[in-house]
């Protein structure tokens, strides 16, 4: 196959482009042409994804900024976030590919929501109402939501974070699905998410025994908002704990193990000498130890148990001066009967 010459009106400039792109490997040329084919189609596969899911009447409703590797889709009035979302994407994908030995290197695509509603048709109404992110990493789209819409404080940085690590984390793995704790696990420490809340959160589960099985965390998107933050914690937990037993690289052996095997279970023995059933039982018991403590800082917890606490200590020693009254009373009646039989006046 020869490449196409530069012919026709270009004249002089034409045949000396023919002539450097001679001198090109064919090679070479060939992944470049490739490169560029790529690229157009994924944009182009965006772009299908837009209108297939009925959210845009027409291409002219979305606008789309570019800074490789990341293409964004948004409305015009979110110009000004989309360039924010464009430039910390661009930041934080080069440390998130290296923290999970990802070297794909490809392009990912962030959609900019600008309703709720429209947040639901993208997402194909699969996301809790408590969610405001969500990811098709098989596609290498993030969904996110627009800071037009009204909500609680939403830390958005940390939110574009965990949904581009899910991203990653399924490139690092070669496209093949994780479990689910491990997933959020990754993508919540890789975001730096996790505060004061929801580590007491999980200490008031492991103190009161209402904690999930690692693989019943796979349903955590039909948990409500409470319990799903316990589910969360622990998956953050639980991978910090990996890493702090073995090691920060121990994230990339996953990875690495798990483009081999495609099993949690094999992938963790490879990578740790342990399956997943032995590594739950090890950070659980090392989960009660550290819960000992800290869930006398949960406040409402803590009210609650102390006043329990009065509330039964208050019944024990009205129980006990009820007691002694009695024994009291009895021993007066006692005392009166005696004096009675002994009295000169019988």
Known sequence: MSKPPFSGGFGFIGRLLENCLAKIPYKLYFLYTYRVWESC?????????????????SAASWQRLYHYPVLVFHHAEDRAY??????????ELPRLRE???????????????????????????????WGVGASDPQSAVIYLQSPRIHRARINRQRVLIHELSHVVLSWAVGGFSVDRWFDEGVALHLSGEGDLYGTLRLARGVFSGQVYALHEIEEVLSFPSENATLAYQQSVSAVRYLIRRHGEDVLPRIC???RFYHDMDSAMLQAIGQDVTDF???????????????????????????????????????????????????????????????????
Do not use: N
């Open 82 to 91: 989309a360039r924010k979302v464009v430039s910390l994407a661009a930041e």
């Open 280 to 346: 739950e039982a090890e950070w659980m018991a090392a989960l009660r130890v550290s819960s000992r403590w800290m869930v006398l800082l949960d406040m409402p917890f803590l009210i609650s148990f102390v006043l329990v606490m009065l509330f039964l200590a208050a019944f024990f020693m009205t129980v006990r001066r009820v007691r002694e009254k009695k024994r009291t009373w009895k021993e007066e009646d006692d005392g009166f009967e005696a004096v009675e039989k002994d009295s000169p006046y019988d």
């Open 99 to 129: 923290s999970l030995g990802d070297e794909t290197g490809r392009e990912i695509r962030i959609v900019i929501a600008g309703t709720l509603q429209e947040f639901s048709r993208l997402t194909h109404g699969q996301i809790p109402e």
């Open 41 to 57: 189609m994924r944009r182009f596969v965006a772009l299908i994804i837009l209108c297939l899911t009925g959210v845009c009447s």
């Open 256 to 258: 690495r193990a798990l």
